[in-house]
């Protein structure tokens, strides 16, 4: 963790923009983390292939591959038709919290929410495979906006540093509680 700061309040992370660019972190964040996914699944099944995995293995992870675009460009609409406004919430409820710490784990925590109320249909069926799709759902979620949420700080920490953030009328460090 960097050094805190002078100035700097987590809080200083909210309103439309800012929970805008978080949303956008959030997706590349979403992007990068099922890619590496993908990645070590085509690995793994490489080696299986090689020891003598059947032809459905290798096949599923081929689907995989396919439709990792068509997911990519679905997990957009959820994050900016649902994440955008639960962002604004969630951000506007810690405006008084100064730790970047609590913002990324509560971020995280309704982001693995999100993901699980949203991709229902993907986490349903017989329960051991709708138990391991929901965690891998809520880890995706809780990844997403916990990366994007902290990305979306060090942005604005390294603005404010460079003092970009003081020229312009921006939101302020809100009042401690009295």
Known sequence: MPARLPGWHAGLVRGP???ALLCALCWVVVVGLTLVAVLVSVAAT?????????GLEVASVSTALVFLPYLWLTVIVPVALVGWPAGLLT?????RRPREVEHVAVFAAVGAVLALVLLRPWTSGPWPDALGAGVLVALAGAGGAGGGRWWAGAVLRRRAAR??????????PPPAWS
């Open 17 to 19: 923009a800012r929970v």
């Open 46 to 54: 490489g080696f299986r292939a090689a020891a003598g995995a059947t």
């Open 91 to 95: 951000a506007w409820l810690l405006r």
């Open 163 to 172: 003092g970009t953030l003081a020229d312009r009328p921006g939101i302020v």
